[in-house]
């Protein structure tokens, strides 16, 4: 089973561009499709973006569309979310996520966006 280490949050103003790492340890990463999630203070946590384990198919939360893209290295254990013209309601703990077929998913720590308007 993988282990996620999330990297590349902090404080970004409004209309300003991150981007979120998740380095996955273990060998099996190729067979995971990853995904990114995200709470924010008082909220419950919501999906923001996800790829399969090949990397071809992406899907994305309607907030996000057009504004963030999700991609994977296999050769690094590592999946990216770009996130660009970013908005005071991306403020947000966003979090790495592991799902593979008949396994509990597996969450990273956290890696906090803020953005400031």
């Known amino acids: 089973q993988v282990q996620l280490v999330e990297s590349g949050g902090g404080l970004v103003q409004a209309g300003g561009s991150l981007r979120l790492s998740c380095a996955a340890s273990?060998?099996?990463?190729?067979?995971?499709?990853m995904g990114w999630f995200r709470q924010a203070p008082g909220k419950e946590r919501e999906f923001v973006a996800a790829i399969s384990w090949s990397g071809g198919l992406t899907n994305y939360a309607d907030s996000v569309k057009g504004r963030f893209t999700i991609s994977r290295d296999s050769a690094k254990n590592t999946v990216y979310l770009q996130m660009n013209s970013l908005k005071s309601e991306d403020t947000a703990v966003y979090y790495c996520?592991?799902?593979?077929?008949?396994?509990?998913?597996?969450w990273g720590q956290g890696t906090q966006v803020t953005v400031s308007s």
């Open positions: 996520n592991a799902v593979r077929l008949r396994l509990p998913p597996v």
């Open positions: 273990g060998r099996t990463f190729s067979r995971y499709s």
